[in-house]
């Protein structure tokens, strides 16, 4: 139920509505007498059933056309919202933590840790809490086994941790979920580096180091053209799992030609996530139709990793 004044226009029972991100068609309209009406001129409140939330008080409403435009509408002020709150709440990482804490921003650096055997797990959970000083302090706020989730990286959201994870891998959904909410994940294989790099964080040492992690390699068989679809690599997984997520690059004779995304990747006529070595798919380069038979599409993903600090650091 929202409480609106009506200030243009009148509103009538039925009429698609748009408040913020919300949207509805009115169920039903309420006079300050407790009576049901039909429709409301202007200077008139009225309580309104069928928004699809709840606005904000001081929020404007109004009335649209059709259920699609205020579909359109309605997402597109939830983005906006969204990427204010992005901006106003910018998430934590590991290189800029000395500038925060500095600034008097945060005083906690939160960890969310996994690790392939519980012994890792304790022996980097111990180390990093006995960081901790009387001015800033390492707060682990989930240890576990395993690899990276969907879940961690909704924990990490809350809680606006840095996630780190050793000798484990990253799940498909977790990346890209982590890559929209800007949530920062560390891959280590040496308990030492995942230390330091917290070390570095708390006295402004670190800098950001990455790294190509080979992921598959197809061969071109045949080019197909299709309307708007444009150019299809029909292609044999020779080593890996190809997937749709990462750097690909389009090599020819021994070079690259294109370094680029995939734009679709297909089994027959579906789109599939995934496929595995020895089996051919059609592949799609986003923004580039340059593809000839022979041709070798290589994917990559780029991995966050700790590099090792100088010793003779004091």
Do not use: W
């Amino acid at each position: 139920v929202a409480t609106i004044l009506v200030k243009n226009g009148t509103l009538h029972l039925g009429d698609m509505v748009l408040s913020g991100g919300y949207y509805g068609r009115v169920k039903a309209m309420i006079d300050h007498k407790g009576e049901r009406i039909k429709e409301a001129p202007p200077s008139k409140p009225v309580s309104i059933l069928g928004l699809s939330g709840v606005p904000m008080a001081g929020e404007e409403f109004f009335v649209v056309k059709d259920e699609k435009k205020a579909r359109t509408l309605s997402l597109l002020k939830q983005d906006e919202d969204r990427a204010h709150r992005l901006r106003a709440s910018r998430r934590v990482t590991l290189e800029d933590f000395y500038k925060k804490m500095k600034e008097g921003a945060v005083k906690e650096l939160s960890v969310l840790l996994k690790g392939d055997v519980q012994g890792s797990v304790e022996a980097i959970k111990a180390s990093l809490l006995e960081l901790n000083t009387k001015d800033v302090k390492v707060v682990i706020v989930h240890a576990d086994v395993g690899n990276i989730n969907e879940s961690d990286i909704m924990l990490a959201m809350v809680s606006n941790a840095v996630v780190m994870g050793f000798n484990v891998k990253i799940d498909e959904r977790a990346a890209d979920l982590a890559s929209k909410e800007e949530i920062e994940i560390k891959i280590y294989g040496i308990i030492y580096e995942a230390i330091q790099d917290v070390v570095a964080a708390m006295e402004g040492l670190l800098e950001p180091f990455s790294k190509e992690i080979f992921v598959s390699r197809a061969v071109v068989k045949q080019v197909f053209k299709v309307t708007k679809a444009g150019t299809i690599a029909g292609s044999q997984v020779v080593k890996g799992k190809m997937g749709r997520h990462g750097i690909a690059k389009l090599i020819r004779n021994k070079e690259v030609v294109h370094e680029g995304k995939i734009s679709s990747l297909k089994r027959f006529k579906d789109d599939v996530r995934e496929v595995n070595e020895g089996v051919e798919c059609g592949i799609s380069l986003d923004r580039h139709d340059d593809i000839k038979e022979g041709d070798i599409i290589e994917l990559y993903q780029i991995e966050k990793v700790a590099r090792r600090l100088d010793s003779k650091r004091t």
